[in-house]
């Protein structure tokens, strides 16, 4: 099974951004589907933006959209999330995840792999 490792999380005032990093193990990365989920403490786990194998289809909850932008580098195995203009509703542990389908999707239950996650803490 691939191994996920996110990077890039950490306190950023309101209206600051970030790059989250997702790096993965093995040689399939190319075939995966890559999402990003993020958790605010107390609350479910939520979509937040997915990208397919390709990197030809993307896909965004509607809050991030304009502000995240999901890009994925397959010769680095590795993932990302941009994020701009950030808000204070923005905080919460982001986890990367990895589906064997090759498609762009919104659907938790469709990744077979997750990350350990990373803190974004947004201050007002």
């Known amino acids: 099974q691939v191994q996920l490792v996110e990077s890039g999380g950490g306190l950023v005032q309101a209206g600051g951004s970030l790059r989250l990093s997702c790096a993965a193990s093995?040689?399939?990365?190319?075939?995966?589907?890559m999402g990003w989920f993020r958790q605010p403490l107390g609350k479910e786990r939520e979509f937040v933006a997915a990208?397919?194998?390709?990197?030809?289809?993307?896909f965004y909850v509607d809050s991030v959209k304009g502000r995240f932008t999901i890009s994925r580098d397959n010769a680095k195995n590795t993932v990302y999330l941009q994020m701009n203009s950030l808000k204070p509703e923005d905080t919460a542990v982001y986890y990367c995840?990895?589906?064997?389908?090759?498609?762009?999707?919104?659907?938790?239950?469709?990744?077979?792999?997750w990350g350990q996650g990373t803190q974004v803490t947004v201050s007002s």
């Open positions: 093995g040689r399939f990365f190319g075939y995966y589907g």
């Open positions: 990208i397919s194998s390709s990197g030809s289809s993307t």
């Open positions: 995840a990895a589906n064997y389908r090759s498609v762009a999707s919104p659907k938790a239950y469709e990744y077979d792999a």
